[in-house]
């Protein structure tokens, strides 16, 4: 089984900290995704990487960065967290090509207070 | 583009009742369709998926939907609904090629026994 693993299932931090979110696949997978999660606007696409050390900008990237430097590891990174970045995060992962799926970890819901 | 439009934001059913969730898609080339399931506090799990060739796809746990060309749709459907199907259920689309999944913004699912 594919398994996508988030490194803390819930984080509490404070206004302006640098936060990390860590995410490791053990599938090989070329693709990774971050998606954040608020109720009533579904699944928004953060950032995603299609291999090492490359990224391309979702739908909604201000505020984020992220780092690929190994293949199975993708990191979001909130430079200077704010209460509005309060939501759940989702890490995916999935081989590429067309008509794939993608598999998820178990998600981050993060607080900033 | 692609956007994926999931009709009800809620649905609630009676345990044993049809199960009929909606979703209606936009694609400017023939879109690989999926559905994911959410659980409270969990991460998404694939339930189906339609890529090409038949157009009623079954998936786990008793639900399958049907890829309608002609009204741009894939409603998720089971025939009779059981209390451990109630979750958050997310509908997603994908073009051709390798490129991030898009999602609708989600229908809860309550089942009342």
């Known amino acids: 089984d594919v398994k996508v693993t988030q490194s803390s299932r819930y984080l509490v931090k404070r206004t302006g900290e640098k936060v990390f979110l860590e995410c490791v696949q053990d599938?090989?997978?070329?693709?990774m995704f971050w998606y954040r999660q608020d109720p009533g606007l579904g699944l928004r696409l953060i950032y995603f990487?299609?291999?090492?050390?490359?990224?391309e900008k979702g739908d909604i990237p201000e505020g984020y960065s992220v780092s690929r430097e190994k293949k199975e590891r993708f990191s979001l990174i909130l430079e200077s967290a704010s209460t509005n970045q309060t939501s759940m995060y989702l890490c995916?992962?999935?081989?590429?090509?067309?008509?794939?799926?993608?598999?998820f970890g178990q998600g981050t819901r993060l607080t900033v207070v | 583009a692609q956007s994926v439009t999931q009709l009800g934001s809620h649905v609630s059913v009676s345990e044993g009742a049809l199960v009929l969730l909606r979703c209606n898609y936009s694609?400017?080339?023939?879109?690989?369709l999926f559905w994911y399931v959410q659980y409270p506090n969990q991460g998404l799990q694939l339930l189906l998926k339609?890529?090409?060739?038949?157009?009623l796809v079954k998936g786990i746990n008793g639900f399958e939907a049907e890829f309608k060309k002609s009204e741009t749709s894939f409603h998720l459907t089971k025939p009779s609904a059981h209390m451990s199907d109630a979750a958050e259920y997310f509908c997603?689309?994908?073009?051709?090629?390798?490129?991030?999944?898009?999602f609708g913004k989600g229908t809860r699912l309550s089942v009342i026994a």
């Open positions: 995916a992962s999935s081989p590429g090509g067309w008509g794939t799926e993608a598999f």
């Open positions: 599938m090989d997978h070329e693709n």
């Open positions: 990487s299609y291999d090492v050390k490359m990224k």
């Open positions: 694609s400017s080339v023939p879109p690989y």
């Open positions: 339609y890529t090409t060739g038949a157009t």
């Open positions: 997603a689309v994908s073009a051709r090629g390798n490129t991030p999944l898009v």
